[in-house]
């Protein structure tokens, strides 16, 4: 019994999805719209299932993608990706754990809907000029042209890609240095020009706008762990977005994510989600392939 070609690539539509949207709950959305479409169509007649369920999916996710971004103008406080707990073998493929991290996502949102369509399908899944053209209803040479203005705005903005053992080892050196509340320790490990982004929605405490420079950052990671002085906190470790990442646990309750990226040993970004609505699927494993 063969397998329904919807099912066998699943795991594709979802990431193509994700990648366009930075949320799983909206992309779930999509695939299940993509689904009640694909059953529609005779698919005896569709020569490329494969093809033709991205087109569905792309098509999908540029009108969620719309809808979304007018409502993230009115989002309360830096707005960061759901996150999305995956395999740890996603590590093991560089590109594809670059491309669903949140500094990837990140650069993403800075791009049109039609330019990050376009960029995920060619330049993280490798599709063919024409089939994006037809997924994105442009001729080809205005695809060609898509791609290349996006692709240099990603190039111009992305970080350099830490090997997952060392975000790993300077996570815990972070971890460490952020409960003696003492900020020395703090200044160590941070890049002069270190940013924090921290996403509470409106519904857990965060910073209302992003943190420059490793002096406010440290200020108030010490502020933040003194107001929550008299709670018992666990930590675990988890994979994320393609990066090690770890689950904050005050009380027993999952309180946030956290992940950094790092360069030659310094943290350049810290990437802290608080907000409990992106908090409730981190139980789900969720498959993401090329």
Known sequence: MSTDPFTEHRGLLFTVAYEMLGSAADAEDVLQDSWLRWDAVDQDQVRDPRAYLVRIVTRQSLNRLRTLQRQRE?????????????????LEDIELADSVSFAMLLVLETLTPLERAVFVLRDVFGFEYDEIATATDRSPAAVRQLASRARNHVQARRPRVTPAEDVREVTERFLAASVT??????????????VLLSDGGGKKQAALRPLHGAEKVARWLIGVMRKEAGKEFDFAWTTANGRPAMLLYANG?????????????KITEVYLVRNPDKLAGLELLREVRR
Not at 181 to 194: C, F, M, N, R, T
Not at 253 to 265: K, Q
Request: no cysteine; hydrophobic share 45%.
């Open 181 to 194: 509340g003492e900020i020395q320790p703090l200044l160590d490990l941070l890049a002069p020009d270190v």
């Open 253 to 265: 309750e999952l309180d946030s994510i956290g992940t950094v990226h790092a360069v030659d040993g």
């Open 74 to 90: 009115t989002y309360v406080g830096p707005w960061l990706p759901e996150p999305l707990v995956t395999a740890p073998d996603v």
